[in-house]
Structure formats: C-alpha cells, structure tokens
C-alpha cells in the first residue's frame, strides 16, 4: 500500500526556518518524480515545487523560488522540504504528492504550517 | 499563466447528478485531473486524463472534456460525496495548474 506521512509542520514567525519531512512507503521511491502542492485556507490549492527521481532537477514556483528548497534522500525513502524566510502567505496544509507523468496518483494527508507573529 | 476557473460550491439533493464545471482557454487540448478533499484525509485522485477512473472509484465518477470546460460528474450523489473537487492541469513549464476548486454540498 502506497503510503506518503507528512511532518514537520508547526508555528513560525515571520523570517523564520521550518522543514518539512515527508516519509515514503509501499512503492519504489526512487523511481518517481516527487512535488510539494499547498492549500492556502480559502484559496485552494498551488503547487510549490517539484524534484526528479534521482534528485539533480528541482524546479519551484515563483512565490517561492530562493526561500524554499527540495530534496530527496533515495536511500531512507524521504522527501524535504526546507521553508526559509517564510511569509504569513505561506501558510498553508503542505501536501506531499507523487508524481504520475501530468498528474499525482498518491498524496498524504498534509502538514500544517502556520506562520505568525 | 493559464488559468482554471471553477464555481465555488455546487449543491444537489441525494440520488441527483451533480455536475462540477472547470473552465479554461481550449482546455479541450489539455489532459484534465481531478481531486476530492474531505476533511481529516488523504486528498484522492477521482478522474485522470479527462475521462479515466483509478481503481477503487465508483463508476458514479465521469469525466468529460470539450471546448473550453471539463466537468466533473457524479451521478446518484450520496451523502459520502460531500467534498472539495479540484480540477488540475499540466502546463508546458512543468509545473501544475489547480482550478479554485468546487465545494460539492449534497442538501
């Protein structure tokens, strides 16, 4: 069974750092490609950034390019997702997704992330 | 960018077919997916590439795709289908489009 476990998520002031974690299972990690999508409360849902199968390619969205970044360790089958100089505009559920060509065939259930003075 | 464009809430009585539009520029030449969210889980893909069900969805989930709207249908509408439905493409940049998404209320 395809499983995908968020953590990481919290509080955070404005500027600040957070990483979120998401744990892969059920499946060869290795092989897919895997993204980060948030859901803004009553703005619905943006893609944040994307990274390939064997981790050399990360392509971001411009609201966060430069102040988060992606990775992948293939070997403990985990997903990052480091959050630097966060905005109150970043929060949001953040959702780990797996990648199926165009579209995402498994996601977890989401880590919150709260950014507030 | 290109964008999607959904209505906020559709609302429908049980055993009634609902009918969730999602509007974009000759979106007939895109590949269109789509999402339920329900609270306390897992978003779930209900329909891929336009018309296609994944295992394990009831058969109640159509898709369709032409001119400029894709649309989302369930037919026979239970209490259990309450949720958020979002619609997503693929554009040439790689990165993904989400529709505003459709909050279905069933009455």
């Known amino acids: 069974e395809v499983q995908l476990v968020e953590s990481g998520g919290g509080q955070v002031q404005p500027g600040g750092s957070l990483r979120l974690s998401c744990e892969a299972s059920?499946?060869?990690?290795?092989?897919?490609?895997m993204h980060w999508v948030r859901r803004v409360s009553g703005k619905g849902l943006e893609w944040v950034s994307l990274?390939?199968?064997?981790?050399?390619?990360?392509v971001y969205a411009e609201s966060v390019k430069g102040r988060f970044t992606i990775s992948r360790d293939n070997a403990k089958d985990t997903l990052d997702l480091q959050l630097n100089s966060v905005r109150v505009e970043d929060s949001a559920v953040y959702y780990c997704?797996?990648?199926?060509?165009?579209?995402?065939?498994?996601w977890g259930q989401g880590t919150l992330v709260t950014v507030s003075t | 960018s290109y964008v999607l464009t959904q209505p906020p809430s559709v609302s429908v009585s049980p055993g009634e077919t609902a009918r969730l539009p999602c509007e974009g520029d000759n979106i007939r030449d895109k590949a269109v997916h789509w999402y339920q969210f329900k609270p306390g889980q897992a978003p779930v893909l209900v329909i891929h590439y336009d018309v296609d069900r994944p295992s394990g969805i009831p058969e109640r989930f159509s898709g369709s795709n032409s001119g400029n709207t894709a649309t989302l249908s369930i037919s026979g509408v239970e209490a259990g289908d309450e949720a958020d439905y979002y619609c997503q493409v693929w554009d040439a940049t790689d990165h993904r489009v989400f529709g505003g998404g459709t909050k279905l209320t069933v009455l």
């Open positions: 997704t797996r990648d199926l060509n165009s579209y995402y065939d498994f």
């Open positions: 059920g499946f060869s990690f290795s092989n897919y490609w």
């Open positions: 990274i390939n199968s064997d981790g050399t390619r990360a």
